[in-house]
């Protein structure tokens, strides 16, 4: 079964290692990237198939940000079920508690170690329920 994975980051070059990790853990996860949270509702209302099975939203975008996009998802009723991954730079506790807070399904530092960010989108890959809160 084909899982779709949804990015949306404005950083061209993270978008690239989250694309190359993705293909290199398994050929069955379909993977699209937008530059911003008014990109994935977009993406969103053209999908009529099949939604994403989990959307990864940076933080600190420039015209919607990933609080603005995760706010606005969880508020409709046709996405708020969709897992959320707040997937940034910062690995503050007020911004995982924020995520939290609005309905993530979990955060992720963006990893320094491309083997690290691999073995974490192999793991989302292969489970059926994404929460990642303890």
Same mark, same amino acid.
């Given at each position: 079964?084909?899982?779709?994975?949804?990015?949306?980051?404005?950083?061209?070059?993270?978008?690239?290692?989250?694309?190359? &990790? !993705?293909?290199?853990?398994?050929?069955? !996860?379909?993977?699209?990237? !937008? =530059?911003?949270?008014?990109? !994935?509702?977009?993406?969103?209302?053209?999908? =009529?198939?099949?939604?994403?099975? +989990? +959307?990864?939203?940076? +933080?600190?975008?420039?015209?919607?940000?990933?609080?603005?996009?995760?706010?606005?998802?969880?508020?409709?009723?046709?996405?708020?079920?969709?897992?959320?991954?707040?997937?940034?730079?910062?690995?503050?506790?007020?911004?995982?508690?924020?995520?939290?807070?609005?309905? &993530?399904?979990?955060?992720?530092?963006?990893?320094?170690?491309?083997? +690290?960010? =691999? &073995?974490?989108?192999?793991?989302? &890959?292969?489970?059926? =329920?994404?929460?990642?809160?303890?």
């Amino acid at each position: 079964m084909t899982k779709l994975f949804l990015l949306a980051d404005d950083d061209f070059d993270d978008a690239e290692l989250f694309n190359e &990790a !993705v293909m290199n853990i398994d050929p069955h !996860v379909d993977f699209r990237h !937008v =530059e911003d949270g008014h990109e !994935v509702l977009n993406f969103l209302k053209g999908q =009529e198939k099949k939604m994403p099975d +989990i +959307i990864f939203l940076d +933080i600190n975008m420039v015209l919607v940000t990933g609080w603005e996009c995760l706010t606005m998802l969880k508020s409709n009723d046709e996405y708020q079920n969709i897992p959320i991954i707040m997937y940034s730079t910062s690995a503050s506790s007020v911004d995982i508690q924020k995520a939290r807070k609005l309905g &993530a399904a979990g955060f992720l530092s963006k990893p320094s170690d491309f083997r +690290i960010l =691999e &073995a974490t989108l192999k793991k989302l &890959a292969a489970v059926e =329920e994404v929460w990642l809160w303890e």
